[in-house]
């Protein structure tokens, strides 16, 4: 079984830096889309940024210029580097991972459990 966890959250000042990472382990086979998604108190959860297994990437209107995500293939890791954080950017941060446990199964989603992160102002 395959599993997917976050770690790298924490408590920051705005204007300051974090680096989240995701790591996929167990039994894979490939690992397409990896993204990054966060749900703040009250709010439905949304995609912040996004990674195609050819690297193409997409982000929220809310990060660009702030955050960027990166992936290591042969490591099947993800990260998310997130510069001049505002308090908006408070939230439990998800990773999800898009997984094919065998050649011939379908692709699943995976989530992590997710990592607080918290910007006081």
């Known amino acids: 079984q395959a599993q997917v966890v976050e770690s790298g959250g924490g408590l920051v000042q705005a204007g300051g830096s974090l680096r989240l990472s995701c790591a996929a382990s167990g039994s894979m086979f490939s690992i397409n889309a990896m993204n990054w998604y966060r749900q703040a108190p009250t709010k439905e959860r949304e995609l912040v940024a996004a990674s195609s297994d050819v690297a193409d990437t997409v982000y929220a209107d809310s990060v660009k210029g702030r955050f960027t995500i990166s992936r290591d293939n042969a490591k099947n890791l993800v990260y998310l580097q997130m510069n001049a954080l505002k308090p908006e950017d408070t939230a439990v941060y998800y990773c999800?991972?898009?997984?094919?446990?065998?050649?011939?199964?379908?692709?699943?989603?995976?989530w992590g459990q997710g990592t607080q992160v918290t910007v006081s102002s």
């Open positions: 999800k991972m898009q997984i094919k446990r065998t050649r011939w199964d379908a692709w699943s989603g995976y």
